[in-house]
């Protein structure tokens, strides 16, 4: 039976456990509309995986599965399931709304761009399929701030990408109803559901290390 010292070896080892709240997802660029969208949209698509402002505003999303899809097949007296393909199902995301409603038009952009409702026709698929990529991302297991004179030093250790996956040919498919109401105060959220072809795990395993440096103190609070 493992021990209690066991486990936290494993854990230690493992570089701890994976943390649900620690993702990003990066979406394609064509279909920004302008304003913070443009930027939103920029930082989401400029490989730089710590951009976590933005992150914030994917709420969740899921990791897509695959089902193996099976026949019964009699062999002699028995009955054996036997493979003959997969299948995929949808990932939902779900976004905070800003004032601009900037994630709204980012996919109301995509929407007509894959429908022509005036014309009720749709183009060719190769017109509105892009690929997503999803990043688990690693909680670091130092991370430490330092101050030399003017320059501040960010500097984190055991954090990284431990496994990203990429939708490959998606597109949305749902752009779910908004409820507003009176009774709350609360936010406006945004819940859209991506179709795709297939997905992958890639390898887009980013650094063990990271350092960020910055302007402090007054002359930072001056910039």
Known sequence: MATIDQLKGLVSSKLGVARSNQFLVELPSDFASGGLLSTLTSLLTSGTLGGGDLNLLCNSVTLPGKQVLTNDRRVGLE??????????????????????????????????????????????????????????????????????????????????????????????????????????????????????TNWKAVDDTQGFFKVSAGLGGALGGIL
């Open 79 to 196: 009955y054996q399931k036997v493979a003959y393909g997969y299948a995929v199902q949808d990932v939902t995301m779900t976004f905070y709304a800003l004032n601009d409603y900037g994630v709204k038009k980012y996919f109301d952009s995509w929407y007509s761009n894959t429908v022509f409702d005036d014309f009720q026709l749709a183009p060719y698929k190769d017109n509105y399929v892009r690929d997503i990529k999803i990043h688990q991302l690693r909680k670091p297991l130092i991370n430490k701030d330092f101050n030399i004179g003017p320059i501040s030093l960010d500097i984190g250790i055991g954090q990284g990408t431990p496994y990203s996956v990429q939708l490959i040919d998606a597109f949305p498919t749902t752009v779910n109803a908004i409820e507003l109401n009176n009774e709350l105060d609360g936010l406006v959220q945004i819940q859209v559901d991506i179709s795709y």
